[in-house]
């Protein structure tokens, strides 16, 4: 099992971090403001999914291939400090 832990600024759209392939448990929240999360570089205010402030957790499953995840403030004058987990058998 690994164990992966850490925190991001996001400020613009960046690359957080790689979900592993397989079973794999992820999750994140940020502190106070709003940063949004998507699998590629496209992701925005309007597509992306919304961080609460609260962890949310979701799951890969044995099949699952993996993938590089993405976040955005929507502009590059703000930051927000996204915070993670990743569980997985790696």
């Known amino acids: ?3 992966n832990m ?3 600024s996001v400020s613009g759209t960046v690359p957080i971090f790689t979900i592993p392939p397989g ?3 992820v999750t994140m929240y940020v502190a106070t403001g709003v940063v949004y999360t ?3 570089t496209a992701v925005s205010t309007t ?3 919304s ?3 609260y962890p949310v957790t979701f799951q890969g499953f044995p099949g ?3 993938q ?3 976040a955005t403030t929507g502009n590059t004058t703000t930051t927000v400090a996204i915070h993670y987990v990743v569980s997985s058998d790696k």
């Open 1 to 3: 099992m690994s164990l």
């Open 6 to 8: 850490g925190q991001w």
């Open 23 to 25: 079973p794999v448990a």
């Open 38 to 40: 998507g699998m590629s």
């Open 47 to 49: 597509n992306g999914m």
């Open 51 to 53: 961080v609460p402030t």
């Open 64 to 66: 699952s291939a993996g």
């Open 68 to 70: 590089q995840l993405y």
